[in-house]
């Protein structure tokens, strides 16, 4: 094991001294067989999927049809995000406001090296450095995850820029953050996610499952940076970045913010329908999940994906939901509990072809018993692959953002679309957002829940003090942009979905950047600006009366009781919730009653 740190040695005195030490500390608590520091080779990667080829952790599947592609099954018990089993540590337990679960950082540190001691005995430690963001950005940070899973490692080298690029970048600014992550025993009760927000360090333990173990992901990307950007003056948000092209050459830049499983891949990949492709419009994807953004010289906010794949829920991915999201998947990918056809082909419930033989249990297929595919089943594969995907996701500036888009599913009462009046009102509209919750947290599905700015399991800090660092962005200088919500879930009387989605959803972005550029009408309403159906594009929409009245409609009794429902849910978070949210609440909450 002491060989493994004599390869760094060559940094001795270097910016890499606190990473040495910081690991020694962590093979000295853990006990590793074996260490090894990842350099992001093909060689590496080749050597680590082979042997996990050979223990059974990774399954391969049909070369011929899904070149490069492996299936792993997790613990039937270690699925999804363990929202109840994640903490905010902090000194100041109101810093981490309501919305999280507190520990005190002594008494959590105190536990989690109760779990660690000796854990990683007769496995390898591996030692992964990487960058969340274009490895040149400015805007982009840089993270280092310690953990004892060669799957981990494999997931981690397609969703961040890992390995010897990414030390070189530590060296030389000598600050990272520190993830520590062993997947235990995988016992449910020994399993906690803890974020220290003010040590820039993360600890999980006991969990393999996608966001609780790549620690670049949900941890660092949005936790931990939602901490580093208040503090530096940006914004780490849980948002798609896609670009759209207008027939006239002019890419407008739109980040929006849905919770998990509630549309984003799909949006973010978006094929525009048949008559605006001859237009001449065309949708590039920068990014599908997370969206760091940071005034520029300009004053506009300039945006970056930190990640540089996509792991996406693959129950309902298709030729018809996402074309572009399927074609990205055919090879070089790691799906996480699908099942099996009888040609060893991924499968998933909303699949256009083939039929499941082995469910994502590695049990026979029994309709019966359990899906085929877990509903939070994954694929993670590199952003390159994409069809659609933008080279603009490796400009170190940045792109600028035209619009924000907040939205969840909402089967009542919410509108296709509305625009906020301004900045106030915009982050009014993100903080009361509300959706239902989906499968990719473990708990209750179908429930509907405050979920602001898609943030609620993500932000790392006090919500109010969240909400007033949005409010500080409108200082006077920046040129921020417009603010929408948008809901492509309402439903009409007999459960139906009343709006088609998919690729019709171009429709409401050409809207929105028709009130962007001044060129698109909008009826004013006492809670935004909504398109009468003449101003969206609805040619070969056929939307029944219904639709037409709930889509576009507004129901002044339904609002009230939401606005009523909103005061009540800022004044949760007490004397911290920025006064200038609650004034805008009440002052629309006026106008309802009138």
């Given at each position: 094991?002491?060989?493994?740190?004599?390869d760094?040695s060559?940094?001795?005195?270097?910016?890499?001294?606190?990473?040495?030490?910081?690991?020694?500390?962590?093979?000295?608590l853990?006990?590793?067989?074996?260490?090894?520091?990842?350099?992001?080779?093909?060689?590496?990667?080749?050597?680590?999927?082979?042997?996990?080829?050979?223990?059974?952790?990774?399954?391969?599947?049909?070369e011929?049809?899904?070149?490069?592609?492996?299936?792993?099954?997790?613990?039937?018990?270690?699925?999804?995000?363990?929202?109840?089993?994640?903490?905010?540590?902090?000194?100041?337990?109101?810093?981490?406001?309501?919305?999280?679960?507190?520990?005190?950082p002594?008494?959590?540190?105190?536990?989690?090296?109760?779990?660690?001691?000796?854990?990683?005995?007769?496995r390898?430690?591996?030692?992964?450095?990487?960058?969340?963001?274009?490895?040149?950005?400015?805007?982009?940070?840089?993270?280092?995850?310690?953990?004892?899973?060669?799957?981990?490692?494999?997931?981690?080298?397609?969703?961040t820029?890992?390995?010897?690029?990414?030390?070189?970048?530590?060296?030389?600014?000598?600050?990272?953050?520190?993830?520590?992550?062993?997947?235990?025993?995988?016992?449910?009760?020994?399993?906690?996610?803890?974020?220290?927000?003010?040590?820039?360090?993360?600890?999980?333990?006991?969990?393999?499952?996608?966001?609780?173990?790549?620690?670049?992901?949900?941890?660092?990307?949005?936790?931990?940076?939602?901490h580093q950007?208040?503090?530096?003056?940006?914004?780490?948000?849980?948002?798609?970045?896609?670009?759209l092209?207008?027939?006239?050459?002019e890419?407008?830049?739109?980040?929006?913010?849905?919770?998990?499983?509630?549309?984003?891949?799909?949006?973010?990949?978006?094929?525009?329908?048949?008559?605006?492709?001859?237009?001449?419009?065309?949708?590039?994807?920068?990014?599908?999940?997370i969206?760091?953004?940071?005034?520029?010289?300009?004053?506009?906010?300039?945006?970056?994906?930190?990640?540089a794949g996509?792991?996406?829920?693959?129950?309902?991915?298709?030729?018809?939901?996402?074309?572009?999201?399927?074609?990205?998947?055919?090879?070089?990918?790691?799906?996480?509990?699908?099942?099996?056809?009888?040609?060893?082909?991924?499968?998933?419930?909303?699949?256009?072809?083939?039929?499941?033989?082995?469910?994502?249990?590695?049990?026979?297929?029994?309709?019966?018993?359990?899906?085929?595919?877990?509903?939070?089943?994954?694929?993670?594969?590199?952003?390159?692959?994409?069809?659609?995907?933008?080279?603009?996701?490796?400009?170190?500036?940045?792109?600028?953002?035209?619009?924000?888009?907040?939205?969840?599913?909402?089967?009542?009462?919410?509108?296709?679309?509305?625009?906020?009046?301004?900045?106030?009102?915009?982050?009014?509209?993100?903080?009361?957002?509300?959706?239902?919750?989906?499968?990719?947290?473990?708990?209750?599905?179908?429930?509907?829940?405050?979920?602001?700015?898609?943030?609620?399991?993500?932000?790392?800090?006090?919500?109010?003090?969240y909400?007033?660092?949005?409010?500080?962005?409108?200082?006077?200088?920046?040129?921020?942009?417009?603010?929408?919500?948008?809901?492509?879930?309402?439903?009409?009387?007999?459960?139906?979905?009343?709006?088609?989605?998919?690729?019709e959803?171009?429709?409401?972005?050409?809207?929105?950047?028709?009130?962007?550029?001044?060129?698109?009408?909008?009826?004013?309403?006492?809670?935004?600006?909504?398109?009468?159906?003449?101003?969206?594009?609805?040619?070969?929409?056929?939307?029944?009366?219904?639709?037409?009245?709930?889509?576009?409609?507004?129901?002044?009794?339904?609002?009230?009781?939401?606005?009523?429902?909103?005061?009540?849910?800022?004044?949760?978070?007490?004397?911290?919730?920025?006064?200038?949210?609650?004034?805008?609440?009440?002052?629309?909450?006026?106008?309802?009653?009138?």
């Amino acid at each position: 094991m002491n060989a493994s740190f004599i390869d760094m040695s060559a940094h001795a005195g270097s910016s890499l001294d606190s990473l040495n030490e910081w690991v020694a500390q962590v093979a000295a608590l853990t006990r590793p067989g074996a260490v090894h520091w990842c350099d992001g080779s093909d060689a590496e990667n080749d050597a680590l999927t082979a042997a996990m080829q050979a223990d059974g952790t990774l399954i391969k599947l049909n070369e011929k049809t899904h070149p490069g592609c492996w299936l792993h099954r997790s613990d039937p018990e270690d699925v999804a995000r363990v929202e109840h089993l994640t903490f905010v540590c902090t000194t100041d337990r109101d810093d981490a406001g309501p919305n999280n679960h507190w520990m005190a950082p002594t008494d959590a540190h105190a536990k989690m090296d109760a779990l660690f001691e000796g854990c990683m005995r007769g496995r390898t430690m591996y030692v992964i450095p990487y960058c969340m963001g274009p490895i040149d950005s400015p805007l982009s940070r840089c993270g280092v995850e310690i953990t004892d899973s060669p799957y981990v490692v494999a997931n981690m080298r397609i969703m961040t820029r890992m390995g010897a690029p990414a030390l070189a970048r530590i060296e030389r600014e000598g600050h990272f953050v520190k993830g520590l992550h062993s997947t235990g025993e995988l016992d449910p009760d020994r399993r906690f996610i803890m974020h220290f927000p003010e040590e820039l360090a993360i600890k999980s333990y006991g969990s393999g499952y996608g966001g609780n173990a790549l620690l670049g992901k949900k941890c660092h990307a949005l936790r931990i940076a939602s901490h580093q950007a208040r503090t530096e003056g940006w914004l780490a948000e849980h948002m798609l970045i896609l670009g759209l092209k207008n027939p006239q050459g002019e890419t407008h830049y739109i980040a929006a913010a849905f919770p998990s499983a509630c549309g984003k891949t799909n949006l973010a990949m978006l094929i525009p329908p048949e008559g605006y492709l001859k237009d001449g419009w065309r949708v590039t994807t920068v990014g599908d999940d997370i969206c760091w953004m940071r005034p520029g010289s300009d004053g506009r906010l300039y945006a970056i994906n930190p990640e540089a794949g996509f792991f996406g829920v693959a129950p309902g991915t298709s030729k018809k939901s996402n074309p572009n999201a399927l074609a990205s998947i055919q090879s070089n990918t790691i799906f996480t509990n699908v099942g099996l056809t009888a040609d060893n082909q991924p499968w998933w419930e909303g699949l256009d072809e083939g039929e499941p033989v082995t469910d994502w249990r590695a049990e026979p297929y029994d309709p019966a018993k359990r899906p085929a595919a877990h509903p939070n089943s994954r694929f993670t594969v590199s952003a390159r692959q994409c069809p659609s995907y933008s080279p603009e996701s490796e400009n170190p500036a940045g792109v600028p953002i035209s619009a924000i888009v907040f939205g969840g599913r909402r089967p009542s009462l919410v509108p296709l679309v509305f625009e906020a009046r301004d900045w106030t009102h915009g982050v009014l509209i993100g903080a009361a957002m509300g959706s239902e919750t989906t499968a990719a947290a473990t708990g209750a599905v179908g429930v509907m829940r405050r979920d602001p700015m898609a943030m609620k399991p993500f932000c790392g800090y006090n919500f109010a003090d969240y909400f007033s660092h949005w409010l500080d962005f409108d200082n006077g200088s920046n040129k921020l942009p417009k603010v929408f919500h948008v809901n492509w879930f309402r439903r009409g009387e007999a459960g139906d979905f009343l709006w088609p989605g998919f690729g019709e959803n171009l429709r409401v972005l050409e809207w929105m950047i028709g009130r962007v550029k001044g060129t698109a009408g909008a009826v004013e309403t006492p809670i935004g600006n909504l398109p009468a159906a003449s101003e969206l594009n609805l040619a070969g929409v056929d939307l029944s009366a219904e639709a037409m009245e709930k889509l576009f409609g507004f129901d002044q009794t339904g609002w009230r009781q939401e606005f009523a429902s909103i005061g009540e849910y800022l004044e949760e978070y007490g004397p911290r919730m920025p006064q200038a949210l609650k004034d805008e609440q009440r002052r629309i909450a006026a106008q309802l009653e009138g």
